[in-house]
C-alpha cells in the first residue's frame, strides 16, 4: 500500500502542484496462458501490489516525467514523442500516443510513476502504468473514455510504442478487477464474468525467480506469429477457423502434424483453453485441487511444447511439486523469467517459503523472493487535487 501524503509531498518537490493521483494494480493469472492473443479464455485477477500515477497540468506542450522508483526524469514534448533511454516512460508515452491517434485534446502534463509492483516478475507492471496513465489521463483532461476503452488504448500503445504484441489480459484485469474475484474473460467476446476465489484457508503464493524476463526480446512475437501460422494452415482446408480459439487437435492432427514445432505450440493453445474450461468448473464445484492439478498440466505445456520457461522456473515447480501443502503451481505470465504462482494451504505457507528460499539457492546461486497475493480491486480514483 503506497502512502499518499508521502506521493503528495514528492510530487510537490518536483513541480510545485498538486496531483491528481491514480492506482492501477498488478495482476495475477490462475490459469490460461498465451491463449488471449489467440482469441481464447484467461483467468486473471488484479492483486495488492499496484502502481500509481501522480499527475498535473501544464500550460505548455511538455511533458515532464518522473519515475521514483529509479529517480530518473525525462521531458517529452507533445509534438514528438519517441522513446527514450528510459524503458518506462513508453508506457506512458505510448499511451499520449494512442489518445492523440483518437483525437484527444491533451496539453502538456507532469507525471510522477511509483508505486509496488516487481518490474520484470511477470506480475504485468507495465500493464499497470498504462492504465493507471490513461485512467488519470481521463480524469485530469475530462475525456470521458470507458474502462473498456482505456484498456484497448493501453493494450495498443504496449504493442505499437513499445513493440510488444500482447493480449489484452494484463489491461483488462488491471481495469476490472474485484476483490475477492478472478475473471474468467473471454478474449474474443470481451464478454467477462466474476468467479469468487475463497482464500481463507489457502494463499497465492507468488515465488520470483529473480530472472527479470525481457518479453520484447522477440519470443513472445515469435510465439504468436507461430500460433497465426497454424492457423493459416488449417484456413487452407477450413476457412472459417479465423484463430485457435476455433481449432480443434484433429484438424492439428489433419492439417498441422508434419510442422512439428508449430504443431506443438498450437496444441499448448487449444489444450489450455480447454483445460481453463474445465478448470473453471473445477472452481464452481469447489474442487482445489482438481484445479491444482491443471495448473500443473499448464506449467508442463508451457515448459515443453510452448517452450516459454526456463531452468530457474522449472527448478522452482519443482521443489514444490512434492509438497502435500501446495496444491498447484505453474509459471506465471508471458515467460522466460518472473514468478511462479502457487496455491499453497494457508498453515504451511512460512514453512513452503523458507524450505524453497533455500534449495532455491542451493540449486541456482540465486535469491528466492516470495510475494503472498491478495486479490483486489481494479484501476480507481486515488485522490484529487485540493482546488479540483
Ligand atoms: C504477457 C502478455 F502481456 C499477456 O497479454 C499474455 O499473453 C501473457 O503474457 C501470457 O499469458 O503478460
Redesign the pocket.
Known sequence: MCDIDRLNRIFYQLYQDDPIIVRAPGRI?LIG?????NNGF?LPAAIDKAVYVSISKRNDNKIFLHAEEYNENYIAHMDNLRQSKFHWSSYVLGVVEQLQKRNYQLTGFNIMVGGDVPVGAGM?AS?AIECATVFALNELFELNISRLEMVKIAQKAEQEFVG?Q?????MFSSMYGKKGQVIKLDCRSLEYEYFPFEQDDVKIVLLDTSIKHS?ASSE?NTRKKQCEEGVAMIQQHIPEVQSLRDATIEMLDKYVAQNKLIYNRCRFVIEEINRLLAACIDLQKNDINAFGKKMFATHKGLSKMYEVSCNELDIMVDLVKHNKAVIGARMM??GFGGCTINIVREDAVEELIYDTREQYRERTGMNLNAYIASIEDGARLQKMPVSF
Open positions: 493469472n496462458e498465451h491463449t488471449d492473443y484467461v504485468a500493464a510488444l500482447c493480449g489484452i489480459m494484463d518479453l513472445y505470465g508471458g
